[in-house]
């Protein structure tokens, strides 16, 4: 585990500024690594109790074969001053979706304040300068089903708790926040179908005090994103010889400090059905990453006349 702390330009030195997310209930589906493990950190440092989801549990990993589990995560998260909780889940399951709810509702008394949609489990399944008809289909479709389809079970269960309670936000984590093509049909759909999720998920929950939003990270430092640059985090910057624009990547913590802030915004309710950045977050909150850096992949792909999906 990063041992190093956020970096809050604007922190204040309360213990209430410390942990403005204590007494809150949060959700992360998808939590075993990368920024919705992050995700899940941040918002225990906050204070709030998280529900930690995933397949991956010591012992029985998925089929990516990685090694993180959503123990670790919900250890993390309590090391953090929040209270970590693990539960397999695997979010295509309607069954194991539904009764994950069912134990929120019953351990936290109907209370549950932040969702966070952050499944994907699209890593081996993404084809890059393929045509799509040249692909296999099941991939494709395999894909929709764990970013899209799984999303869509997950907050059908879990948005009533917020209903009933008349406040809540949910976030649907993707890739990029325009609906510009991303390089892959299949990616392009998956990660363009959480943007309009949220959008449409925002205009039917406004009347029940619910807010939704898409949030995306910059270029993903992840556990395995340098696994493929053959890298760590403390000499992440020897893959810039292999891909130049990594120079400007993230860790996953830069989201996650900005999902935590918005869950502690008051006026989160005005960024409803919006497709927001960490970049533009980062600068709203003052938030630096872990590492003491202030990426911002909107500026570097404006520079570099990158396409800024």
């Known amino acids: 585990m990063n041992k190093d702390q956020p970096n809050h330009e604007r922190s204040g030195g309360s213990a209430a500024s410390a942990q403005p997310l204590a007494g809150k209930v949060a959700v992360v589906a998808g939590s075993t690594r990368g920024a919705g493990r992050a995700i899940a950190v941040m918002l225990g440092a906050a204070g709030a109790t998280v529900y930690c989801t995933g397949r ?64 994907w489990g699209g890593e081996h399944l993404t084809h890059w300068n393929i045509p799509f008809w040249e692909q296999f289909l099941s991939d494709g479709l395999l894909m929709q089903k764990r970013a899209v389809h799984a999303h869509m079970i997950t907050s059908y269960y879990g948005v009533p708790l917020m209903v009933e309670r008349g406040s809540g936000l949910v976030i649907e984590m993707t890739d990029g926040s325009t609906y510009n093509y991303r390089g892959n049909l299949y990616y392009s759909l998956a990660k363009i179908s959480a943007i309009h999720l949220a959008e449409a998920m925002a205009a039917e929950l406004r009347p029940y005090g619910v807010t939704a939003v898409a949030v995306t990270p910059g270029f993903l430092r992840s556990e395995q994103m340098l696994d493929y640059f053959g890298v760590k985090e403390e000499n992440w910057r020897d893959a810039v010889a ?13 989201v996650a400090q900005a999902v935590a802030a918005l869950a502690a915004d008051p006026k989160v309710a005005e960024k409803s059905g919006q497709a927001l950045t960490s970049w533009d977050l980062s600068v709203e909150y003052g938030i630096r990453d872990i590492d003491g850096r202030h990426p911002h992949w909107g500026q570097y792909a404006k520079k570099k006349r990158l396409p800024l999906n």
């Open 242 to 254: 292999k891909e130049a624009h990594f120079i400007e990547s993230e860790t996953p913590y830069f």
């Open 56 to 119: 991956s549990i010591r012992g029985q990993q998925s089929d990516l074969k990685r090694p993180e589990t959503i123990e670790e995560t919900a250890e993390q998260v309590s090391e953090r001053g929040g209270i970590g909780i693990p539960v397999q889940c695997d979010h295509t399951d309607e069954e194991q979706v539904q009764a994950l709810f069912e134990r929120v509702k019953a351990e936290q008394n109907g209370q549950l304040d932040i969702l966070v949609n952050d499944i």
